[in-house]
């Protein structure tokens, strides 16, 4: 039987196996909603299948995206901070967790 994880945004279960590091995450779907400081859509994602950090801006005065290492952002106005997880993929837990 898989385990659950309760969503610190929407508080909905979804399955995810438990890691006392990352206790307190973000569900994908809530991930999704990820806003930086100005409210533009931002994404994470790892550099290459080695892993790294990079953050994806969707800025609406630009043609296509552009890429950096914010870290920092916004789901449902709560602050967020996203980085790499151990073993790959990118976690999304509350700044103040």
């Known amino acids: 039987m898989a385990s659950t994880t309760q969503c610190f945004v929407c508080k909905s279960f979804f399955s995810n196996p438990f890691s006392a590091r990352?206790?307190?995450?973000?569900?994908?779907?809530c991930s999704e909603k990820?806003?930086?400081?100005?409210?533009?859509?931002?994404?994470?994602?790892n550099q290459d299948e080695s892993g790294g950090f990079?953050?994806?801006h969707y800025d609406s005065d630009r043609y296509a995206p552009y890429y950096g290492s914010e870290h920092c952002c916004f789901i449902?106005?709560?602050?967020?901070?996203?980085?790499?997880?151990?073993?790959?993929?990118?976690v999304i837990k509350p700044l103040n967790d």
Do not use: M, W
């Open 34 to 45: 990820t806003v930086d400081s100005n409210g533009f859509k931002i994404e994470f994602q």
């Open 76 to 90: 449902n106005n709560i602050p967020c901070y996203a980085n790499e997880h151990r073993f790959g993929g990118i």
């Open 54 to 56: 990079l953050s994806v």
């Open 22 to 29: 990352y206790p307190n995450i973000a569900c994908n779907t």
